[in-house]
């Protein structure tokens, strides 16, 4: 095998993040939904090649584990498989539970791999140049899914069946007008939204970084593609990744002009700025009725009752939860009980959109607290990054555990928990050097 074969992989891997292609083997509960099916998505196929490019070649570094004093994560990682192994003995339905069990096993080992790998995988231009690029096309595929309100046809790349009069299309009405919100070829705008505030942030420590005064033709590629990404930022319409993510970038850009002091920091937050203007004036009237909130809409009722099941079963099975990856089978009976109705149409049931309770539920408060004490290493690890803004990593990590409030992405699905334990990864293998 080629030396670099590995690095080539791991590109591919980061840049196929947003590819929610998969092929469906088998459906295990009695709800015809993604979150009781096996799949094999094209993702799954390259962390397997990744993985065993990594024991192939022998890329791995297990010394980094014993050198650097982090052995305590083996301890903690041990114990969240555990509690979420034990949570299949009390699942409804164990062969799911099983499933997902697996799924979370082999995030781990992504997790593990990019910590253990002989190369730098936090390399930011190995990083940058596979999500920025990738963001890219995804940002130009949901222009155009958002303009012509319907889906290009992309289904072999992950790309939804969308449509201003298809089910299950994630639209709203300002005024008189309905619209689509861009999707690229993810499941969900709001998880293409969490991709592109990983590029953005990204390409923003490019233009700290590697921008100069003399440089016209970088100035003018970085600027289109922040443009580009900006821009398919807004179309998501996610309002909780917009208003952390866009808060979380100009608190960045605001530190990096005083930090770095090159010409790429100084412009990086005037260009962003301008972007987000001129994004506004093209969209205004959809993005401004998107942003106003109201009790009555559907997204804030459902999210409301979604955290009032969640409560409900976490005080039934407070220790193990009710099983890893079953929360939409067990709250049947208890979202039937709260609504007062058993006619309730089979969309409805979903996640908590909140990836805390989410957990809590289905691998119990143990298990929970494991999964804490692992975001708590991460940041005890890289305290010092917080100081000085210099990992890009911990930011993205940071923003995700806010868009983690709102959603549940990051624990249930593929493309999230994918890209959440592969930040995870990268946010301690930044500066593994120092550590």
Not at 15 to 30: D, E, Q, V
Not at 342 to 368: A, C, M, R
Not at 373 to 387: A, C, D, G, H, T
Request: hydrophobic share 55%.
């Amino acid at each position: 095998m080629p030396k670099k074969i590995c690095n080539v992989i791991l590109w591919l891997l980061f840049f196929s993040i947003p590819f929610s292609a998969k092929l469906p083997l088998w459906n295990l509960g009695s709800l015809k939904n993604e979150y009781s099916t096996i799949y094999l998505y094209g993702t799954d196929i390259l962390i397997f090649l990744f993985l065993t490019c990594l024991l192939w070649r022998k890329e791995f570094d297990i010394s980094i584990f014993l050198k650097n004093k982090i052995k305590p994560l083996i301890f903690i990682l041990a114990a969240f498989l555990f509690f979420v192994f034990l949570s299949i003995f009390v699942s409804s339905n164990p062969m799911l539970s099983f499933y997902q069990a697996l799924k979370f096993t082999e995030f781990v080992l992504v997790f593990l791999a990019i910590i253990f790998y002989r190369e730098n995988a936090s390399d930011l231009n190995l990083v940058a140049s596979a999500v920025v690029s990738s963001a890219f096309l995804q940002s130009l595929l949901g222009m155009v899914q958002f303009f012509t309100a319907k889906s290009v046809g992309l289904r072999f790349l992950g790309e939804s069946v969308l449509g201003l009069k298809i089910g299950g299309s994630s639209t709203f009405w300002a005024g008189s007008e309905k619209y689509l919100r861009a999707y690229g070829t993810t499941s969900h705008p709001n998880i293409l939204a969490a991709f592109l505030f990983l590029a953005l942030v990204a390409l923003a420590y490019l233009f700290f970084k590697q921008i100069n005064k003399k440089d016209i033709k970088k100035i003018v590629l970085y600027e289109t593609a922040l443009f580009v990404l900006t821009f398919g930022f807004l179309l998501t319409f996610s309002r909780t990744a917009l208003f952390w993510g866009i808060l979380i970038l100009f608190l960045v850009g605001l530190a990096a002009a005083y930090k770095f002091k090159t010409f790429g920091a100084k412009i990086f937050l005037p260009s962003f700025l301008t972007f987000i203007f001129l994004g506004v004036l093209i969209i205004w009237q959809p993005l401004f009725t998107r942003a106003n909130v109201s009790t009555s809409e559907d997204a804030f009722t459902q999210r409301v009752l979604y955290m009032e099941t969640a409560s409900k079963m976490i005080k039934e099975k407070p220790l193990l939860g009710s099983g890893v990856g079953s929360f939409t089978l067990s709250m049947q009976k208890t979202l039937q009980d709260l609504v007062g109705s058993k006619d309730i149409k089979p969309w409805i049931y979903q996640p908590v959109h909140n990836i805390y309770l989410l957990s809590i539920s289905e691998i119990g408060t143990l298990g929970f607290l494991a999964f804490l004490s692992l975001i708590f290493f991460v940041f005890w690890r890289m305290r010092e990054n917080l100081k000085d803004f210099s990992n890009p990593y911990l930011i993205v990590l940071i923003g995700f555990l806010f868009f983690g409030l709102l959603d549940h992405y990051l624990w249930s699905l593929q493309t999230g928990r994918l890209i959440f334990w592969i930040i995870l990864g990268l946010c301690l293998t930044f500066s593994k050097k120092e550590i």
